[in-house]
């Protein structure tokens, strides 16, 4: 296991490796999508009291629970980064910081679209909605530390040192509407007992959230191998790659 | 612990890096348990009937439409409802236009003033949606199924 950790930590390995991945992610990302959009805006029944208005689901879900998957691989890889020095991961948590935050960004912004004819509001500063705008700053506030430190290795420790402070807010995120009373509804999905949502619903919604990890894996190989090999144009293998 | 660093010095760090995200996690966690009441988005009934909420100062409540009690003016947007969180009731009027999920049995969060006799003046009102979805016909039966059980109970 160390073995195959140290590999990966050396960006050639990387970028062989993950050269091999990226059709394969590409290709599972497009088919999911598209079994995900038709089954979620097609095949699916309508909602008992919201009708059609609730297929924004299928966006807003997923994309919310990337929002928080992406921050702990971010943070993950920032201690990575801090413990071990190892490059691949000062990489990876740069090149997630905009994916975050644009998953974020979509998050609120879809349910925003959804909490006017439902809620009658776009916006109400409940716990929920708070904390995960908050998750945007955090994200947008790691992309200027980083641009502003012009030593990679210096912004890559300042950054990983805010991503860590900033998973405090995760399980915040997570448990707001059982922590304080909110707006937002509770978890449909997430819950001890069974998902509180009629299967049909349920499995478009599943196969959305894979589109989305599929689609998030392909983007962070794209940024990864360019970040890869702006890093390391000094180096041999990359001299030798570009020259061929 | 073969999963732990090999070297001391990355020991440490991974030990600074755990103390420093827990002490953030308790540091946060000691704030927000502090601020609870300003986290809050709404009072309860029964809150604001023990005189939890704050007089003359807008503020929200929440609880459930208590069926039965929606009425409606005649001649304009009025509309006066109880809410409910099942242990007390607060009667409310509004006059505007409601959201499309309002109801009977809704969950609502409502901001307003207390007036002079008890009855909350809510200036806006929004709906508040729970978290289960289903197709139309499953609404139906678990509303009928509703229905006989409480006609058994009778």
């Known amino acids: 296991m160390w073995l195959f950790f140290h590999k990966l930590g050396s960006p050639k390995y990387f970028y062989d490796l993950s050269g091999k991945f990226l059709p394969w992610f590409g290709g599972l990302t497009l088919i999911l999508m598209l079994l995900g959009s038709y089954w979620g805006l097609v095949v699916a029944p309508a909602d008992y009291q919201q009708g059609d208005s609730y297929r924004i689901i299928y966006i807003h879900v997923p994309a919310a ?79 200027g530390l980083e641009a502003a430190i012009d030593d990679k290795r210096t912004a890559a420790n300042a950054c990983a040192v805010l991503a860590l402070v900033g998973v405090v807010n995760i399980p915040i995120i997570h448990y707001s509407v059982e922590w304080w009373n909110t707006l937002h509804q509770g978890s449909t999905v997430a819950r001890v007992d069974k998902p509180a949502m009629d299967v049909n619903m349920l ?3 599943l196969i959305m959230w894979f589109a989305f990890m599929f689609y998030y894996g392909t983007t962070l190989f794209m940024r990864a191998r360019n970040e890869v090999l702006y890093r ?13 | 612990m073969g999963l732990l660093p090999k070297h001391a010095h990355r020991r440490k760090k991974l030990g600074l890096i755990v103390m420093m995200v827990m002490g953030v996690g308790v540091a946060v966690g000691m704030v927000t348990m502090a601020l609870k009441e300003n986290i809050n988005l709404f009072f309860s009934p029964s809150q604001v009937l023990a005189g939890e909420a704050p007089k003359d100062h807008t503020f929200r409540i929440g609880g459930m439409v208590r069926t039965g009690s929606v009425r409606r003016s005649n001649h304009n947007l009025e509309v006066a409802f109880e809410v409910t969180d099942t242990a007390k009731n607060l009667p409310v009027v509004f006059t505007g236009i409601l959201p499309d999920l309002f109801r009977e049995g809704q969950g609502i969060v409502a901001q307003g003033k207390l007036g002079p006799n008890g009855t909350f003046i809510a200036s806006e009102v929004l709906a508040k949606h729970d978290e289960n979805y289903m197709p139309p016909e499953a609404g139906e039966a678990i509303k009928n199924a509703q229905k006989i059980q409480a006609t058994l109970k009778e």
């Open chain 1, 203 to 205: 499995i478009p919604l």
């Open chain 1, 65 to 143: 629970w990337m929002s928080l998957f992406v921050y702990i691989v971010m943070a993950s890889a920032g201690a990575i980064g801090l413990i071990w020095k190892m490059k691949m991961a000062d990489v990876v948590a740069s090149c997630s910081a905009p994916l975050g935050a644009a998953f974020t960004f979509l998050a609120l912004v879809t349910g925003s679209l959804w909490g006017k004819p439902m809620w009658g509001t776009y916006w109400v500063w409940d716990a929920r909605l708070t904390s995960e705008l908050i998750l945007l700053f955090l994200y947008l506030g790691f992309m």
């Open chain 1, 232 to 244: 390391e144009r000094d180096t041999a293998w990359v001299k030798e790659m570009v020259t061929e």
